[in-house]
């Protein structure tokens, strides 16, 4: 199952080899929390690491992105688009945001593309890291079938040790790129039978490590929720909620944004640019002439837990919530998704 | 013959870039509300089917989703009708003949007209949402000869807030249609009939509900009362249709503000048929 192995060392000199075309992006520690970062050293990252708060979006969905740059000249204007497809490599995306980004790329590619998106997806390398056990406490990743991922990779690293114990890196090939950039590398080895039955060791003790904190099956979750929507769960557990918005923030399938328009100080140029938005804040739904289509918060509430475990995968076809926990993480009242599922469950 | 084709786009494009284009003419209808009519700068036609909605940019300002309230058969420009109720439509309307804006579109599913050629038709307008019909209205008119009976219902609160006044006078010395007007609430020199929308269609002849069209348009309250109306009178919920006012921002269906529950109005919509909206809790809220 495996194509090749790497010692640490080489993999971090094979991601600098590999910086000299493409932008390093990563996994880096800031105080004890981790964040998604450009790089100019590959030793910087944290392969070890949890979970990036943010989530891959904060590198593909960039939470501010200029769509176009406007010039204003004598009664007409131009508009120019502005693309980042500066080749990137991706180091260091769990199987959970794996997931994640695969949504992301359907979104995006759906009906009209999106072509500020997908050109920046487009230019990117993925390399992805296999998690050997839960990175947090709460995580149901497991339980949306969102653990493991065969693809949306370009390369897939395995963390195995070697017969005397030092660490070594089992690399997969997820993508023709990521073929072409291991193949000919010296840095890299032929698998032994020993590193295979590394691997299943691997992949068995960490089909045990994971949690199963959901109730129910994730298959029912949108019967569940369809026989939900007049239920009192929704006001009840948003009489907790303070519309702060630090769900949608952290979710790695968020992805719904506004848009703002900034003004150089000649005024006669500037930016269009997207800003992540949320369906939790109170002002999402508010039409012109100050109409709110969900002005409250448990209309909100439900909304997201709709979209999350039903309508985005009826939209798209995949998972809209894959069960990083980071929702119920970030939750200044404690408000958790997958306790919401099981009380659907148990209300049913 | 209606000049229906949408042109072409270009894929590969991003799709937030506005086209600019050239305001030639403005016209208040009433305190509220402004008429633009607009001119796109390239050769390109708008080239929308009624009911649609454009993207309107004011750099520096931002975007506005206006429904287009002419009809494709008077293809050379197209007209916006603009209540000013926030920051964008607020710059519009200090804007005149020769100015300069930004249009994005046309945007979302408009009426489905080949549907409903050779049928009999009833349109049902209230308020503000007399903009986005008149795109119908003018097409109906336009391709008379395609269409049964045309009854046309028009309410809103009161005389003062009517728009598009000159059209009404037309429609009302039209005879090839049958038009109705309704105030909520009379002043001194209003003549005409008192009372809400609903009550017009009590004035309607026999419908034929195979053979019968109707499109509501108008707030979400009153849309409630006339389908009441109109399925007491045996219409099909397919032959019902209605167009919802969300906050469209991307206008591609990916920035969720537009969204009732599941559906993304700048997409599926902003036309729906009754039937759709069966399980859209959200549509009429």
Known sequence: ?348 | MAVLTVPKLDLAASAYIPTPARIVRTEQLTEMEKLFEIELNDPRRLGHEPGQFVQVSLFGFGEAPISICSSPTRPDTFELCVRRVGTVTGRLHALNEGDVIGIRGPLGRGFDVNEMHGRDIVIVAGGLGLAPVRSLIQYIVDERGRFGQFHLLYGCRQPSEILFRDDVAAWRNDRRLHFLQTVDKADEQWRGRVGVVTTLIKELPELDPQQTVVVIVGPPVMFKFVVLEVLARRIPQRSIYCSLERRMKCGIGKCGHCQANQVYVCLEGPVFKYGQLKGLREALD
């Open chain 1, 1 to 348: 199952m495996l194509d090749l192995m790497v010692t640490p060392a080489d993999f971090v000199a094979l991601v600098n080899e590999l910086g000299r075309k493409r932008r390093i992006i990563g996994p880096v520690a800031r105080g004890d929390r981790y964040f998604y970062e450009e790089v100019g050293d590959a030793a910087r990252l944290e392969l070890g690491f949890s979970y990036a708060v943010y989530g891959p979006k904060s590198f593909l969905f960039p939470a501010v992105e200029t769509l176009f740059r406007f010039e204003a000249d004598n009664g007409s204007f131009t508009a120019e688009p502005v693309y980042d497809d500066r080749p990137a490599a991706f180091v260091g995306v769990h199987p959970c945001d794996l997931h994640a980004i695969r949504l992301l790329d359907r979104v995006f590619a759906q009906d009209r593309r999106d072509e500020h998106y997908l050109r920046r997806r487009g230019a990117t390398m993925i390399i992805g890291i296999d998690c050997a056990r839960p990175c947090n406490e709460g995580v149901f990743c497991a339980d949306m079938k969102c653990h493991q991922a065969d693809e949306g990779f370009d390369v897939m690293l395995l963390p195995l040790s070697d017969g005397d114990g030092n660490r070594r890196w089992g690399l997969k090939f997820g993508s023709a790129a990521g073929r072409e950039w291991l193949t000919y590398s010296r840095r890299c080895t032929a698998p032994t039978a020993a590193d295979e039955r590394a691997a299943e060791t691997f992949l068995r003790a960490k089909a045990a490590a994971f949690p199963r904190a959901l109730t129910t099956r994730v298959e029912r979750l949108p019967e569940l929720l369809e026989r939900s929507y007049d239920s009192l769960l929704w006001e009840a557990t948003a009489r907790r909620c303070y519309s702060c918005g630090s769900c949608n923030l952290t979710c790695p399938t968020c992805y719904c944004f506004d848009m703002s328009d900034s003004l150089d100080l000649s005024l006669t140029s500037g930016v269009r640019q997207r800003l992540w938005d949320g369906c939790q804040l109170p002002g999402f739904a508010l039409v012109a002439g100050n109409h709110n289509f969900r002005p409250r918060a448990a209309q909100r509430l439900r909304h997201r837990i709709f979209r999350k475990a039903k309508w985005i995968r009826e939209r798209t076809g995949v998972a809209g919530c894959v069960g990083c926990g980071r929702c119920d993480r970030a939750c200044t009242a404690k408000i958790s998704a997958v306790e919401i599922y099981n009380q659907l469950a148990e209300l049913d």
